[in-house]
Nanobody, 122 residues
Framework: VQLQASGGGLVQAGGSLRLSCAASGRRFSSYSLGWFRQGPGQEREFVAA????????YYADSVKGRFTISRDNAKDTVYLQMNSLKPEDTAVYSC????????????????WGQGTQVTVSS
């Protein structure tokens, strides 16, 4: 599976962005998908994940209630809608795919896309 993230940019605090991650390859619907981010001088951290059947979604506490992950299996795409953005959300956001359980953990994921920069100004 190859992943291509897009949709990043510069936005003011309180604004919104929607990230997309398009996948190529077979059996997209069989994969659980996650978003991770890495801020300046910080380690990469979990943001959100959605299981292969879209039955379950998971969020980091820091984004719960503001971010929404969704997927469109017909388009082989996963989305991250980000609302009420804060300066601390500034990071490079990456998408990843896995068929294994444990979607909050980076080591679970086998496929990674390149990141897209999100910058939130105060």
């Amino acid at each position: 599976v190859q992943l291509q993230a897009s949709g990043g940019g510069l936005v003011q605090a309180g604004g919104s962005l929607r990230l997309s991650c398009a996948a190529s390859g077979r059996r997209f619907s069989s994969y659980s998908l996650g978003w991770f981010r890495q801020g300046p001088g910080q380690e990469r951290e979990f943001v959100a994940a959605i299981t292969f059947g879209s039955q379950n979604t998971y969020y980091a506490d820091s984004v719960k209630g503001r971010f929404t992950i969704s997927r469109d299996n017909a388009k082989d795409t996963v989305y991250l809608q980000m609302n009420s953005l804060k300066p601390e959300d500034t990071a490079v956001y990456s998408c990843a795919a896995t068929i294994r359980p444990g979607v909050r953990k980076m080591e679970t994921y086998d496929y990674w896309g390149q990141g897209t920069q999100v910058t939130v100004s105060s």
